[in-house]
T-cell receptor, first 118, second 107 residues
Framework: QGQLVQSGPEAKKPGASVKVSCKAS????????ISWVRQAPGQGLEWMGW????????KYAQSFQGRVTMTLDTSASTTYMELKSLTSDDSAVYFC???????????WGQGTVIIVSS | DIQMTQSPSSLSASVGDRVTITCRAS??????LAWYQQKPGKAPKLLLF???RLDSGVPSRFSGSGSETDYTLTISGLQPEDVATYYC?????????FGQGTKVELK
């Protein structure tokens, strides 16, 4: 099976943006999509959106529309998630996960902690 | 959006007990349901998909059942390493949505 390795923790001020990377290995990158899921402290899992590894098509959750952008670099087998206009409510662990064709997540990155504080 | 409701939110059981977690969808999801296990400080791990299909390497004490709106995850013989929070997730429609989680502890 493959592996997803995410970039390191970030501390940001309110109003700033953050960009998290997710590097894939061990499988054909263009054959699968990547979803991003976040988890606020002590809370459950929240799906943010999905990007196709094949053509870069995206689908975002309504609650993140206009604030999130997912991109990919096929040559580097890497997906990026940028979140803008950060508030303290965006403090969370952000996971990338490979999305199997039907739509479930068969393996996950290790998570990236984002802290938003003034 | 399809709402996923898990119950109970937490439970305490002894080693060897049979544990059952339920997940109800706000509309029929045609068995497009996955279960994940998350241990503290770790990423979720896929246990089952298509409601009842065990992912590779997952112990056979985990099983799933259900259809349309009602689904169940069963642990037949709880082990200490099963202490975790369990989430269901529907993939019948976008946005993908998760249940709120069930925390399983040892008695």
């Amino acid at each position: 099976q493959g592996q997803l390795v995410q970039s390191g923790p970030e501390a940001k001020k309110p109003g700033a943006s953050v960009k998290v990377s997710c590097k894939a290995s061990g499988y054909m990158f263009t054959s699968y999509g990547i979803s991003w899921v976040r988890q606020a402290p002590g809370q459950g899992l929240e799906w943010m959106g999905w990007i196709s590894g094949y053509n870069g098509n995206t689908k975002y959750a309504q609650s993140f529309q206009g604030r999130v952008t997912m991109t990919l670099d096929t040559s580097a087998s890497t997906t990026y998630m940028e979140l803008k206009s950060l508030t303290s409510d965006d403090s969370a662990v952000y996971f990338c996960a490979r999305m199997a064709l039907p739509g479930y997540f068969d393996f996950w990155g290790q998570g990236t902690v984002i802290i938003v504080s003034s | 959006d399809i709402q996923m409701t898990q119950s109970p939110s937490s439970l305490s059981a002894s080693v060897g007990d049979r544990v059952t977690i339920t997940c109800r969808a706000s509309q029929g999801i045609r068995s497009s349901l996955a279960w994940y296990q998350q241990k503290p400080g770790k990423a979720p791990k896929l246990l089952l998909f298509a409601a009842s299909r065990l992912d590779s390497g997952v112990p056979s004490r985990f099983s799933g059942s259900g259809s349309e709106t009602d689904y169940t995850l069963t642990i037949s013989g709880l082990q200490p390493e099963d202490v975790a929070t369990y989430y269901c997730q529907q993939y019948s429609d976008t946005p993908r949505t998760f249940g709120q989680g069930t925390k399983v502890e040892l008695k």
